[in-house]
């Protein structure tokens, strides 16, 4: 129960059981729960990041270390009866469903039984005026792409797809043998053995732009194996290239959603980082995309490939026809 399909349930539930128990002992808790003192540390360096709208002092779960224990000494609410707005109900509902249908839930009846339950209360809840527009659509596309994949899945099919890899800002097409369908950090995957690559892949949902269901087995190789998500879909490697960035205070989001090093806070709410990257395009693709609010102290060449890139794309713009106010 140390993957992403376990680390859910074991978030909601680690909050209640904490508060019944000050004071208990790390390693304790990690034996109740099935996984490791480190495993369990993890989840509550998350914990301190969940929390209530506002996300700032008196707003996120607390938890106070003495030694080898661990005592919650803020439980953001999550000691009180829930109650949900019709909004709120509905968008639980949803990703309940995308749940219960995905392969390897270890325990669908529970997400059934949740269901129900929410589906029972719904009429008792209050609307709250959601605005449905362009990321409905979206979610729809995705959703029939999720479709195709759980019919190949259930009729061990190989799948034929066009997939956008972001890192390299480009389209191929692959064909590939399905295992697994993947929920991490609510974001969809397919987990499949390229044959592109040679190599057992994941790939984004939402980045799927066409899927079609082959007329000839999965067949991934013996040696094909699960990817260990439990720290996430990116797991950096010592071999790829290291960059020291300064962001500014509109591009803290960075430390946050991609995997980073803090390195120090410095004046002005700037903050330096370090990040790994497997490809120089995408990281400067990344740093451009942010503006004058990074700037890339090291290495020395992605600095120049940022440069580079600019320049071109102010050159370009010079010969851009001129359309403001006409």
């Excluded at 859910?8 to 304790?28: F, K, N, T």
């Excluded at 059934?112 to 005026?129: L, N, V």
């Excluded at 066409?210 to 040696?223: Q, R």
């Amino acid at each position: 129960m140390s993957g992403t399909t376990g680390r859910m349930p074991r978030l909601l539930a680690l909050v209640p059981y904490l508060l019944a128990r000050p004071g208990i002992r790390i390693e304790d808790a990690a034996r109740d729960f099935g996984v490791t003192a480190r495993q369990l540390r993890r989840d509550l360096e998350l914990l301190w990041m969940c929390g209530l709208p506002g996300y700032g002092p008196g707003d996120l779960i607390d938890l106070s270390f003495e030694g080898d224990t661990v005592t919650v000494t803020f439980d953001a609410g999550m000691n009180r009866p829930l109650r949900l707005t019709g909004g709120e109900a509905t968008a639980l509902l949803v990703a309940l469903r995308a749940v219960a249908e995905t392969p390897g839930v270890v325990d669908t009846d529970a997400v059934h039984r949740a269901i129900a339950k929410i589906e029972a209360a719904a009429g008792q809840a209050q609307p709250s005026g959601v605005v449905v527009g362009l990321a409905v659509r979206e979610g729809e596309r995705t959703a029939a792409t999720r479709r195709v994949v759980q019919n190949a899945l259930r009729a061990g099919r190989a799948l034929r797809i066009r997939y956008y890899t972001a890192s390299r800002d480009q389209i191929t097409e692959r064909t590939v043998d399905p295992m697994r369908l993947l929920i991490v950090q609510a974001v969809g995957y397919l987990e499949a053995w390229c044959r592109r690559a040679e190599g057992v892949r994941l790939f984004r949902l939402d980045r799927i732009d066409e899927v079609a269901v082959l007329d000839e087995p999965a067949a991934p190789p013996p040696a094909a194996r699960p990817t260990d998500i439990s720290d996430g879909v990116f797991r950096a490697r010592p071999d790829q290239p290291e960059a020291v960035l300064v962001l500014e205070p509109d591009a803290r989001w960075v430390a946050e959603y991609y995997p980073c090093e803090e390195l120090g806070e410095l004046d002005g709410g700037r903050l330096r980082v370090r990040m790994r990257y497997g490809d120089e395009s995408w990281m400067v693709r990344l740093v451009m995309g942010l503006g004058g609010d990074a700037r890339v102290e090291s290495p020395p060449g992605l600095a120049d490939a940022v440069r580079s890139r600019a320049a071109a794309a102010l050159e370009r713009a010079r010969h851009l026809p001129a359309t403001l106010g006409q």
